[in-house]
């Protein structure tokens, strides 16, 4: 069983959603974005994502576009972000890790490559924003024969009929994009996610994430109570943006406000109890 | 399954070059694409249904050659540019004179058929990239003419170099939006448009003003700006009784080319030659050439040639002009260039600022300086030329929204 699955197995008969935060690679250098993804599971991370700094990150807001930046001038490259998570497998061999980002780099890596190296660096799932099922047999196969999951987005605007199609392509969970927009803006309602579940679930077995939106440990709870799992992003990345120095320089804030919200967040999450969606 | 909009071509043969893209959007199985985030495929997929149903309806077409005759002022003159002719001493050239269009660029021919189909689909609201301002204004246009509301992005820096044209937009009832991100140019305000509309997609409408984008934005600009290669075909047969031999036009994403080329692609005998913007040098590292020095690599929902470092991430192009000022091109054009139909050349800054000159003083006509891109390639090879070969340059756009510019590249202060 892929350490996804078994994770979402694990949730699952403890009657809790998953917390899944996001770090940005090498936001703001290599050195505090390691750390901070070594201490996000004892902080309460039940997965973590890992965003691939683009240039381009076009379904992104503000906060993640900076994130990025800084990654990208802190000299994130995709051998450096593969090196990153190997490291972090030498110390945790349990706590899932996805991959979320945008194609190019991956097509200038090579797909196959790609895949290859980031399942033997201890990648388990690959989430690719601009790579809608249509253009997706470039990277299944290899995906597949390296046994890393491709996480599909499904979003308020996915039709039913469409929900069929782009969920017989998904694998490890599915990623439900809460609000129509760009990451980090609005936030949907508990209402909308509770209309919005049993629609997935009709379509699909696998497990569902919601992101997109979620800022609060209010928030999280509802959504991983609703779901079997919230991402929370833009709102980790802004607080480690506050902690930045006027050079954009890791302060001694860092790494402890970022995982103090991560704490209260899986506080939430952990005393949230599971509805049945 | 026929293409409508080449039915109506006796030019479509059954192994055309015509005939693309695919189902899928893709240009020789490769290029081209809808690479974007699944909250805008419904979008994308509802957009390529409701254009093949206006392709199909002669109501539509009818309509839009009303605007297109009426408002717009086709069909654009071709010009015999005798004097730069005489001068140069080779290729008799003539000029497709698109800058005479209402808003002075070819960018109105597009925008016409999109507004027409965004009223179709019962959008309100208009969004649009732009990077000299052409497009900009174009849009802006069409939006006051049918009372919509429009957003223009535009990028910081060439909301500074383009002046006059955000004035007009801003008089013409849009919002212009500066965008500060990356160098604040066309890619960065093609990412804010595109963020843009997936947070308003039940009123809004994405007009992309070049053959580039996610499916079926390539394949629909090209529909439309193929007016222009149809009335080169029929003015040149009027005038001369044959094809060109020679077609030259300045690529940017490429829609004022792919406009001019299209109808040509199956007549053998005509080349094609795109001019991209080498800016200082195609070697400089600081040019817009995406073919020339780019490799194919996804951005803005299509595979395509594209500017980029080692690790896949985009480069900032470099060009005088704004409109050329992309690290990638329309995928039709890496298509054509792959399988050599069409030839992709460069033209510097200098050498777009001497053709800027050398066509106001011969002909009487300040060009655009992406068109002035073009103008400096058919000035390199005419006088190579035999006399009797036939040279169109395609003049998208005037220059007046260039003077600044120039003026202070030539040393000249306003």
New interface residues.
């Given amino acids: 069983m892929s350490r996804i699955a078994a994770r979402f197995k694990t949730l699952a008969a403890q009657g809790r959603g998953a917390l899944i935060p996001y770090l940005e690679a090498f936001d703001p250098d290599l050195e505090t974005s390691l750390a901070l993804l070594k201490a996000m599971p004892a902080a309460g991370a039940d997965l973590i994502e890992v965003g691939m700094p683009f240039s381009d990150p076009s379904a992104d807001g503000p906060v993640i576009q900076l994130a990025a930046r800084r990654g990208l001038k802190a000299g994130a490259t995709l051998p450096g972000v593969l090196k990153m998570i190997a490291a972090f497998r030498e110390q945790d061999q349990e706590t899932p890790v996805i991959l979320m980002g945008y194609l190019n780099p991956v097509e200038a890596y090579g797909h196959a490559r790609f895949c290859t190296d980031a399942a033997k660096a201890g990648v388990d799932g690959l989430i690719l924003v601009d790579l809608p099922p249509e253009e997706a047999d470039i990277l299944e196969q290899p995906a597949q024969d390296a046994g890393l999951d491709i996480i599909r987005l499904v979003a308020p605007t996915t039709s039913d009929e469409r929900l069929r199609y782009v969920l017989s392509h998904a694998s490890g969970f599915v990623y439900y994009v809460s609000i129509t927009g760009i990451t980090g803006t609005r936030t949907a309602s508990a209402e909308a996610l509770q209309e919005a579940l049993p629609r997935l679930r009709a379509a699909t077995d696998l497990p569902v994430a919601i992101g997109f939106g979620i800022r609060t440990p209010e928030q999280a709870a509802t959504a991983a109570g609703i779901a079997d799992g919230a991402v929370v992003a833009s709102a980790l990345l802004s607080t480690l943006a506050d902690t930045l120095d006027a050079e954009g320089k890791a302060t001694d804030q860092t790494l402890p406000r970022v995982l103090n919200q991560i704490k209260d967040l899986a506080a939430a999450v952990r005393a949230g109890e599971k509805k049945a969606g | 399954m026929a293409d409508p909009a080449e039915q109506h071509s006796a030019a479509a043969q059954p192994n055309s070059l015509r005939h693309g893209p695919d189902e ?1 959007g893709h240009f020789g199985g490769r290029y081209g ?11 994308l ?1 509802e957009l390529n249904t409701a254009y093949d149903a206006a392709k199909a309806d002669p109501a539509f077409q009818k309509e839009l050659d009303f605007y297109l005759r009426d408002y717009v002022g086709r069909p654009s003159p071709l010009w015999f540019a005798r004097r730069m002719t005489e001068e140069l001493g080779g290729a008799k050239i003539y000029m497709k004179r698109e800058e005479l269009n209402h808003t002075g660029s070819h960018k109105l021919n597009n925008v016409m058929g999109q507004i027409l189909l965004a009223r179709r689909m019962g959008r309100t609201r208009i969004v649009a990239e732009t990077g000299a301002g052409q497009h900009g204004v174009a849009t802006a246009t069409v939006c006051a003419l049918f009372g919509m509301q429009c957003v223009i992005y535009m990028g910081a820096t060439d909301v500074e170099r383009q002046k006059p044209n955000v004035f007009r937009m801003r008089l013409l009832g849009a919002e212009v939006v500066p965008v500060t ?2 160098a604040g140019t066309l ?1 960065d305000a ?2 804010e448009a ?2 843009d509309w ?2 308003n ?2 009123d809004t409408y994405f007009l992309v003003g070049t053959v580039a984008g996610p499916h079926p934005y390539p394949a629909m600009v090209r529909d439309f700006q193929s007016v222009i290669g149809e009335e080169t075909k029929e003015q040149m047969q009027a005038q001369e009784g044959r094809l060109p031999d020679v077609i030259v036009a300045a690529i940017g994403g490429g829609s004022n080319a792919m406009g001019i080329f299209h109808p040509f692609l199956d007549d053998a005998s005509v080349r094609l030659i795109g001019v991209e913007a080498a800016g200082h040098g195609l070697d400089s590292g600081k040019t817009a050439a995406s073919i020339e020095r780019g490799r194919p ?5 299509n595979r395509t040639y ?1 500017l ?1 470092n ?5 480069d900032e192009a470099h060009s005088i002009s704004a409109g050329l000022d992309y690290p990638g091109v329309g995928p039709e054009h890496s298509w054509l260039s792959d399988i050599g139909r069409a030839e992709y050349v460069g033209a510097t800054d200098d050498e777009a600022l001497k053709a800027f000159q050398l066509c106001t003083r011969t002909e009487g006509i300040i060009p655009a300086l992406e068109s002035a891109h073009a103008i400096a390639y058919a000035a390199k090879i005419a006088p190579t030329l035999p006399k009797e070969t036939l040279l169109v340059v395609n003049i998208s756009g005037r220059g007046d929204k260039d003077i600044f510019t120039v003026a202070e590249h030539l040393g000249v202060k306003l």
Avoid: C, S, Y
């Avoid at chain 2, 694409?33 to 979008?43: K, S």
């Avoid at chain 2, 690599?297 to 929902?301: A, F, N, R, S, T």
């Fill in positions: 899928r694409g809808r690479f974007v985030a699944e909250t805008l495929m419904p979008l997929l991100a990356g890619k093609m990412n595109m963020r997936v947070a997609i039940a690599g996804v951005l803005h929902g594209l980029q080692a690790d896949g991430q985009i």
